[in-house]
Antibody, heavy 116, light 110 residues
Framework: QVQVVESGGGLVKPGGSLRLSCAASGFTFSDYDMSWIRQAPGKGLEWVSYISGSGNSIYYADSVKGRLTISRDNAKNSLYLQMNSLRAEDTAMYYC?????????WGQGTLVTVSS | QSVLTQPPSVSAAPGQKVTISCSGSISNIANNYVSWYQQLPGTAPKLLIYDNNKRPSGIPDRFSGSKSGTSATLGITGLQTGDEADYYCGTWDSSLSAWVFGGGTKLTVL
């Protein structure tokens, strides 16, 4: 069955860095686009970034441009989010999602807390 | 402020029907497919509707979706207490080159 599992979250100081990973299984990873979506505590969903199956097409939300970088390794069935220059407002649960006509399968999320 | 506008909350009695609206614009809803998600308390979002009105396998036909112009609607019939959740609409915005979500609607089954 389709499964995506996030990891790499944790507590980081403002200005710090973190790398999130998402391990995919149950589908041909390279055939699907992927996205990261986040949810701040008690708030709604916010789309963060998108990458095509080949990795050739990438989009970011304005709020993270220049600080967060999405990438993928199709040989390892893995999606990544490199997070630099983190701010308090980046504190959120980060979800990895397969994209087929929109995000369809979501992981359980990994929590990122930015605090001194 | 979300690009897509949803009512913050709706409520109805068990067994009744409820609709949740999602209002957008020409650059998003009018020209792209809409998806709907259910987020039960403490869990990840789950896809309920894609392509405006299609249900993934396993989603009961009590859930339906429709779209007209710059608005979309999620309908839920035969409400159950287990339907209490937050519901989000989402679609691609061609002007922003970004996926956008509504602010979410909290459903209470009284």
């Amino acid at each position: 069955q389709v499964q995506v599992v996030e990891s790499g979250g944790g507590l980081v100081k403002p200005g710090g860095s973190l790398r999130l990973s998402c391990a995919a299984s149950g589908f041909t990873f390279s055939d699907y686009d992927m996205s990261w979506i986040r949810q701040a505590p008690g708030k709604g969903l916010e789309w963060v970034s998108y990458i095509s199956g080949s990795g050739n097409s990438i989009y970011y939300a304005d709020s993270v441009k220049g600080r967060l970088t999405i990438s993928r390794d199709n040989a390892k069935n893995s999606l990544y989010l490199q997070m630099n220059s983190l701010r308090a407002e980046d504190t959120a649960m980060y979800y990895c999602a397969r994209v087929y006509k929109g995000p369809d399968y979501w992981g359980q999320g990994t929590l990122v807390t930015v605090s001194s | 402020q979300s690009v897509l506008t949803q009512p913050p909350s709706v409520s109805a009695a068990p067994g009744q029907k409820v609709t949740i609206s999602c209002s957008g614009s020409i650059s998003n809803i009018a020209n792209n497919y809409v998806s709907w998600y259910q987020q039960l308390p403490g869990t990840a979002p789950k896809l309920l509707i894609y392509d405006n009105n299609k249900r993934p396998s396993g989603i009961p036909d009590r859930f339906s979706g429709s779209k007209s112009g710059t608005s979309a609607t999620l309908g839920i019939t035969g409400l159950q207490t287990g339907d209490e959740a937050d519901y989000y609409c989402g679609t691609w915005d061609s002007s922003l080159s970004a996926w956008v979500f509504g602010g979410g609607t909290k459903l209470t089954v009284l």
